[in-house]
């Protein structure tokens, strides 16, 4: 499989750079019968563009889907279903600078080893951030894929950027919408996506502070998917944590995954952090989640619970020591450019549509799904 492709039986393969002619996704794999249409996709990537927030990018783009092939009198025929988003505000003069001299904390210096220097640097390239819309073209066709079969719904939301975290429904931190995530309309009601009305307003300050400084901030987004039924997964090395850690680490900025009670899990006992089963309606169930949704690779018929943890976004306007790749002689770099000053917010739905990738891949592999609805 290429590097470029995510997925075995539903597969998604991204092109186009930040400032070439477009981004694009085809998604091959997915069930015939399937009802989508461009309006499907489109709704996930309002959703990601930052539109006229003070807290992201002044980039502005329509990201208005085309639909190429693979629908048929507004159903899934089978085939790959190809898709584009046009860029249309491009300022690739924006980086001549950056040429020669490598931004701190982003992909110019290896990536131009690599490729000996026949990488499109500007504003990262295939590299750029820009590619999450070509991630979340693929992961609407998944969402709405587990939802019209299975029932299998994800939702991801902010619960901490820089030093400000969010308060769950008890009061006692961000970590208590795990059982029940909350409403869509609490997470999309702010320009941070986060549930927390006050911690929203806080956060949103504090990115603010950070862009009026010149700097940025990083956070973490949680996400939970409900409905998935037990034994998904392909133990040992397509194991669910394997293949959903594996996409999340394919977002730009992410820099961390964990599952359930993840690392603070590992300063309990045992007696703690295992989770007592027990019966319900007829359902075996645990009392608590604390291994997320995930057992052995397997998911358990819990909510599948895990958060990412992105970090600080890394072109800032403050001057940064660098080098010149070329002259080989130190630089200092101000980097141009229009730029999230934090990522964060932009985040969720980018989330819901990799983790949506991967559970519809194994579902199909697994034969939760068939070849045709």
Known sequence: MSAGSLGRRLVLTSFGESHGK?????????????????????????????????????????????????????????????????????????????????????????????????????????????????????????????????????????????????????????????????????????????????????????????????????????SVTTGLPAGVGEPMFGSLESDVSRALYSIPSVKGVEFGSGFAGSLRRGSENNDPYAVRSGRIVTATNNAGGILGGLSTGMPLVLRAAFKPASSISLPQRTVDARARRPAVLRVGGRHDPCVVPRAPPVVDCMVSLVLADHALTGGFIGAVL
């Open 22 to 222: 477009c981004v694009g996704a085809v998604l091959a794999g997915c069930p015939a019968g399937l009802a989508l249409g461009e309006g499907d996709v489109q709704e996930m990537l309002d959703l990601r563009r930052p539109g006229l927030s003070a807290v992201s990018t002044a980039r502005k783009e329509g990201d208005a889907v085309e639909m190429l092939s693979g629908v048929y009198r507004g159903r899934t025929t089978g085939a790959p279903i190809a898709m584009l988003v046009r860029n249309e505000d491009q300022r690739p003069g924006a980086y001549g600078e950056t040429a020669s001299k490598v931004r701190p904390g982003h992909s110019d210096y290896p990536a131009m080893v690599r490729y000996g220097g026949f990488n499109d640097h500007r504003g990262g390239g295939h590299f750029s951030g820009r590619l999450t819309a070509t991630h979340v073209m693929g992961g609407a066709v998944a969402r709405k894929l587990l939802r019209e079969a299975l029932g299998v719904a994800t939702r991801s939301y902010t619960v901490r950027i820089g030093d400000v975290a969010a308060d769950g429904p008890g009061g006692k931190g961000g970590r208590l919408w795990t059982r029940r995530p909350p409403p869509a309309s609490a997470v999309y009601s702010n320009e941070v996506r986060c549930p927390d009305a006050a911690a929203a307003a806080r956060m949103r300050e504090a990115v603010l502070a950070a862009k009026k400084g010149g700097d940025s901030l990083g956070g973490v987004v949680e």
